[in-house]
């Protein structure tokens, strides 16, 4: 898995160096039916993913950028496994010249990862793990540093964008943490958590190449998730999972009090 997963990160390099930074603030984009942003730069960047993947290893692909009936059939299809990519994370940053984007792959086996890649190629930062292997930011064991011991310590990672009103209305007047943060890249957010630079997270809904090589980076870093109701977050529908996740599963456990008080209160 070691070899495995070195030319994985060799292949996200390789594709940030020479199809992503190359086009940084230099591609117009349109919008997908969904709204969200899509560049010369997010196809290229797929395009050559596949293709090093496939030398790699020659599972099937499912990449941000297919159609949802091709997504749909990878997915069903995929138990013996398959590459989930998505070619940049974080289009609109990227579009609008804020350096937080980033490659995520993940290669899934029966609906969860067992090999994770996230690349910011801006930061040359690679976040990596392998089941049972650890988790890992470039050469260096994640995490980074210890979180702190109480929710109203917390730097935290919330995307508002996707939850119950009455939850966002209940974080904006009377939030448990000590500061907030959206940064636009869910890839990165995960990665983020696992390393410390984050201490809890939320997220109302993702798609599996949002959460599939972080989730297992997380995981193997000694992080903990789960879904806003407490719910085991891999039993969720994979094309939209809620996500509560926190540094260590202490902090979850506040983390979950807390959502779970809040999604009562009217």
């Not at 030319?7 to 230099?26: S, T």
């Not at 979850?252 to 999604?263: D, E």
């Amino acid at each position: 898995m070691k070899t495995l997963l070195d030319q994985v990160i060799a292949a996200a390099r390789e594709v940030g160096r020479e199809e992503i930074m190359p086009r940084y603030l230099k591609v117009a984009h349109q919008r997908k039916m969904d709204g969200s942003l899509l560049t010369e730069a997010d196809l290229a960047a797929q395009s050559a993913l596949f293709e090093r993947l496939r030398a790699i290893a020659p599972y099937p692909m499912l990449g941000e950028e297919m159609s949802e009936a091709e997504q749909h059939e990878v997915w069903n299809r995929g138990d013996a496994g398959f590459w989930c990519v998505d070619p940049i994370d974080g289009t609109s940053n990227f579009v609008n010249g804020l350096p937080f984007f980033a490659v995520s792959i993940a290669l899934v086996r029966q609906g969860r990862a067992v090999l994770g890649v996230v690349y910011d190629p801006q930061a040359d930062e690679a976040f990596h793990a392998s089941e049972g292997g650890g988790a890992w930011l470039n050469g260096d064991a994640l995490p980074l540093k210890l979180p702190p011991d109480r929710l109203n310590r917390c730097m935290a990672g919330i995307d508002l964008k996707r939850i119950d009103r009455t939850l966002a209305g209940n974080l904006a007047r009377e939030h448990p943490f000590a500061s907030q943060r959206n940064l636009g890249a869910s890839t990165l957010d995960w990665c983020y958590v696992a390393a410390g630079r984050l201490h809890i997270y939320l997220h109302g809904g993702q798609k599996m190449w949002d959460y599939a090589a972080g989730w297992l980076i997380l995981k193997e870093a000694g992080g903990a998730v789960s879904g806003l109701n407490g719910a085991d977050f891999l039993a969720a529908d994979p094309w939209c999972r809620p996500v509560l996740a926190a540094q260590t599963p202490e902090l979850l456990a506040q983390w979950q009090g807390w959502v779970a008080g809040a999604l009562k209160s009217t």
